[in-house]
């Protein structure tokens, strides 16, 4: 069963991804160990997908000049 990422801030989670793909990058990670990492890697990405959507939505509740509700822009069609 995988381990719970939730209790993982998105500081933490990022860091052992992008510790994740050196290592894996590095090419001396056997198959069965690279399946591995990129499943953990791929749980790690959408924790941190997440986190950052749950900050989007608390920064479109805020705008602190008038305490009305602004719509961030689609940071996906910048891609």
């Known amino acids: 069963m995988p381990?719970?990422?939730?209790n993982l801030t998105f500081e933490t989670a990022l860091e052992r991804l992008e510790s994740l793909i050196e290592s894996m990058e590095?090419?001396?990670?056997?198959?069965?160990d690279l399946v591995a990492k990129f499943e953990e890697g791929s749980n790690l990405l959408k924790e941190c997908q997440s986190k950052i959507k749950?900050?989007?939505?608390k920064i479109q509740k805020l705008n602190i000049e008038?305490?009305?509700?602004e719509?961030?822009?689609d940071l996906s069609s910048e891609r």
């Open 3 to 6: 381990k719970k990422l939730t």
């Open 26 to 32: 590095n090419g001396d990670t056997p198959l069965a």
């Open 54 to 57: 749950t900050a989007e939505k």
């Open 66 to 69: 008038d305490g009305s509700t």
């Open 71 to 73: 719509e961030l822009d």
